[in-house]
């Protein structure tokens, strides 16, 4: 095995971001829904290793939800909450 395939690299999506008071959320039981601060149609951003690499958008086909790339990331826009 190279090196490169030995590297692990967590990939997350963030839709949205919502400012909570932490008794709300300590109160939120499974199920519960947060409203965010983003629209269905919004770019979300792609993280890799909690660093923002790139932004994207949703798609649904069938039974499966896709992202696909549209640009990369602006680090200083995704530390400053931009949409």
Known sequence: ???IEAVDVEI???LG????PMQQLLRMG???????DASE?????ILANNHPVARG????????????VTRPADVYDFMAGAA
């Open 17 to 20: 971001r919502s400012v909570l």
């Open 1 to 3: 095995m190279s090196q």
């Open 57 to 68: 958008e949703i798609e649904i086909r069938d039974d499966r939800i896709a992202i696909t």
């Open 41 to 45: 149609k919004d770019e979300v951003w």
């Open 30 to 36: 499974r199920g519960a829904v947060i409203p965010l």
């Open 12 to 14: 997350s999506v963030v």
